[in-house]
């Protein structure tokens, strides 16, 4: 039962993108194309160029951020401010996802590799402002994105996460392996599971699994 597997978590971290909305929404593909218009003005290379090199960045580095910053010693504030300018009227309020929240005991955090001005957006558009603990972007990872391991360990550092009685729920399965390799409890929040060995749990519906985990516990 996951409220038996649950039991001592003290400390809850949440991914923000695609995890405290649903793909659905699609939010991402706007970032998406402003990220390969970033990327084509600061390299001065042509759409298609610029828009393979978001994605190979992302797949070797763990976010196009760090790739450029890597490759081209780009500056990460202009970056971030011009890719999250977008529009959020996209999200919608979710009551039924709050109450699952706030119902958890303990520690509360979400941590992305977006900002945390553009986290507090998402928040607020989907009603779940001033229910986290704190809210941690990439500039609290001294721009170390997950899955890097450097990541976790800053924010955990400033949150105060105990990761043996942690759990961490992340649509992205890179992003959970170094939390089971640290102890935590790992949920993969997206439609489909993805097989693998660091992944204990999945689920298509966050709002519906943490009720469950609020439910009376069995021996």
């Known amino acids: 039962m996951p ?3 649950f039991s001592d978590v003290a400390h809850w971290v949440f991914d923000l993108d695609n995890t405290l909305y649903p793909p659905s929404a699609r939010l991402f593909d706007q970032i998406e194309r402003r990220m390969t218009d970033f990327v084509a003005r600061a390299l001065n290379v042509p759409d298609a160029e610029a828009d393979h090199l978001r994605d190979h960045y992302w797949r070797l580095y763990g976010t196009t951020l760090a790739g450029l910053m890597h ?3 780009l500056e990460p504030g202009p970056y971030l401010e011009a890719v999250h300018d977008i529009d959020f009227g996209v999200l919608s309020p979710d009551p039924d996802l709050r109450s ?5 005991p303990g520690h509360k955090i979400v941590f992305t590799n977006g900002s945390a001005p553009y986290a507090d957006r998402v928040l607020a558009a989907r009603g779940l402002a001033g229910l986290f603990d704190g809210v941690f972007g990439v500039e609290h990872a001294e721009y170390h994105p997950k899955p890097q391991p450097e990541a976790f360990a800053a924010v955990f550092a400033k949150a105060g996460i105990a990761p043996s009685r942690a759990a961490m729920f992340e649509d992205d399965p890179r992003n959970l392996a170094v939390p089971h390799d640290l102890g935590m409890r790992t ?3 997206a439609p489909a599971p993805t097989p693998a060995p660091h992944i204990q749990h999945h689920t298509a519906d966050l709002s519906g699994f943490l009720r469950l985990l609020r439910a009376p ?3």
């Open 3 to 5: 409220a038996n597997a």
């Open 71 to 73: 490759e081209h010693g």
């Open 100 to 104: 699952a929240i706030a119902d958890l």
């Open 187 to 189: 949920v993969h929040v």
């Open 217 to 219: 516990r069995h021996p």
